[in-house]
């Protein structure tokens, strides 16, 4: 009698995946859809593997719709057992570490949240990321917005970046049935620049009519003598 695990690509072969998207470059803001066309779907070349085409290939996404006046096909996963597996490869790809480490770091993130733990959040966080090579580290502001977004998305959760207010964007806004937890990011800079702009713009008001629990949250991530580094500071409303 099979268990409960993922089918699918346990009996696959993902070594190869991992490999591929490291390749390509890791692009934590992957879409779910991705729009190709003819001639982009059929391309394979190898000695410069597209990723898209390979993947929709090899069968880790299907077409779902197409524009016959753009010539366009609309790709996504075939299911959402694929679409999970494939972030959760992803993770390994990025992160360098084992399924292990991943999976324990992720319980540890899920208990933190749900206590509104955030030291033990971003403590979890660093640990996952610790095996990432020094070189692939970028420096810049949405890079580690990006990674933020995409761990909240990995726990099943539904984070919102970008999101608009009368007086600009926040950076995230993260909703669960009692709080909203509201981001802002810093890169070399410091955790309380990073509050005062919450504070500042008031991106909280937004949310001030729900009657939940609002919690604001600036986080600066610094990358000194090859250690990623994390600040941050938490402010209740």
């Known amino acids: 009698m099979m268990g409960i695990d993922n089918y699918w690509f346990n009996t696959g072969n993902p070594g190869f995946l991992i490999a591929l998207l490291r390749l390509n470059g890791i692009d934590l803001e992957m879409h779910d859809i991705i729009q190709l066309s003819i001639k982009s779907l059929n391309a394979i070349d190898i000695q410069n593997i597209p990723l898209f085409p ?3 290939q090899t069968g880790y996404l299907t077409i779902v719709d197409y524009n016959a006046q753009t010539e366009i096909f609309t790709l996504d996963y075939p299911n959402k057992e694929i679409r999970e597996s494939f972030k959760d490869y992803l993770m390994q790809a990025f992160s360098y570490a084992s399924t292990a480490v991943i999976d324990k770091e992720l319980v540890k993130m899920r208990g933190a949240l749900t206590h509104k733990n955030f030291e033990q959040f971003c403590l979890s966080v660093k640990t996952l990321f610790a095996g990432i090579p020094h070189n692939l580290h970028i420096a810049k502001e949405a890079y580690y917005h990006s990674l933020f977004h ?4 990995l726990l ?13 964007e926040s950076d995230l ?8 937890m509201v981001f802002e990011f810093k890169f070399s800079k410091s955790a309380q620049d990073a509050l005062d702009q919450i504070m500042h713009k008031k991106y909280h008001e937004k949310y001030m009519h729900k009657n939940k629990a609002i919690i604001l949250v600036g986080i600066n991530v610094n990358f000194k003598e090859k250690q990623l580094e994390f600040e941050w500071l938490q402010h209740n409303i």
């Open 54 to 56: 390979l993947l929709f």
């Open 150 to 153: 995409f761990m909240f998305d």
């Open 156 to 168: 099943g959760m539904k984070p919102k970046s970008e999101e608009a207010t009368s007086r600009g």
């Open 173 to 180: 806004v993260l909703e669960t049935d009692d709080s909203v």
